[in-house]
T-cell receptor, first 116, second 112 residues
Framework: DGGITQSPKYLFRKEGQNVTLSCEQN?????MYWYRQDPGQGLRLIYY???????QKGDIAEGYSVSREKKESFPLTVTSAQKNPTAFYLC???????????????FGEGSRLTVL | GQNIDQPTEMTATEGAIVQINCTYQ??????LFWYQQHAGEAPTFLSY????GLEEKGRFSSFLSRSKGYSYLLLKELQMKDSASYLC?????????????FGKGTRLSVIA
């Protein structure tokens, strides 16, 4: 079945360590997104990519990095520069714009990162 | 700037009807989305409005007024499984891949 797979589902790290969250999709979508969710904060955009080898910063990109070497993959690295990395991270993709699509986002199951 | 407002929490009784409001101020408008999110899970798509009026889909309906920057999600015949957060999101540009801007979500509790 087609979908978006995020891994790991739960991750613990010590302060000062970088960690990479995986996001893979087999939906053949060009656009992919990373959001962060904190309690009472809703979803905030970290980075997005509209096509392979291209990505743009979102509203809260500081302390994060991404790559888009393949259409299917959009990994997110949480660096030691991110001051408050403990959060729920959601990856999403979007089908191409067209008359028959609403353009809604398809989400992965999320990765919960806890910094000890 | 972009701003999307929703109530933080709501409580309703099983079998009743509940309306969750969303107001938005964005630099442009090209569609409003409602998502349902159960605790610890991914959001799932509920509805989409781009023109004024009501869109109905089973027990769920969504309304949009672009001139007022206002939408609501109407849930009928509430069930316990409807207890979840409901997220309002706006696409602010005609560019299809413009990221959605999300409100903070409304946590709905359905009680017996």
């Amino acid at each position: 079945d087609g979908g978006i797979t995020q891994s790991p589902k739960y991750l613990f790290r010590k302060e000062g360590q970088n960690v990479t969250l995986s996001c893979e999709q087999n939906l053949n979508h060009d656009a992919m997104y990373w959001y962060r969710q904190d309690p009472g904060q809703g979803l905030r955009l970290i980075y997005y990519s509209q096509i392979v080898n291209d990505f743009q910063k979102g509203d809260i990109a500081e302390g994060y990095s991404v790559s888009r070497e393949k259409k299917e993959s959009f990994p997110l690295t949480v660096t030691s520069a991110q001051k408050n990395p403990t959060a729920f991270y959601l990856c999403a993709s979007r089908p191409p714009t067209g008359a028959r699509t609403t353009g809604e986002l398809f989400f992965g199951e999320g990765s919960r990162l806890t910094v000890l | 700037g972009q701003n999307i407002d929703q109530p933080t929490e709501m409580t309703a009784t099983e079998g009743a009807i509940v309306q969750i409001n969303c107001t938005y101020q964005t630099s442009g408008f090209n569609g409003l989305f409602w998502y349902q999110q159960h605790a610890g899970e991914a959001p799932t798509f509920l509805s989409y409005n781009v023109l004024d009026g009501l869109e109905e889909k089973g027990r769920f309906s969504s309304f949009l007024s672009r001139s007022k920057g206002y939408s609501y999600l109407l849930l009928k015949e509430l069930q316990m499984k409807d207890s979840a957060s409901y997220l309002c999101a706006v696409r602010s540009s005609n560019s299809g891949n413009t990221p959605l801007v999300f409100g903070k979500g409304t946590r709905l509790s359905v009680i017996a």
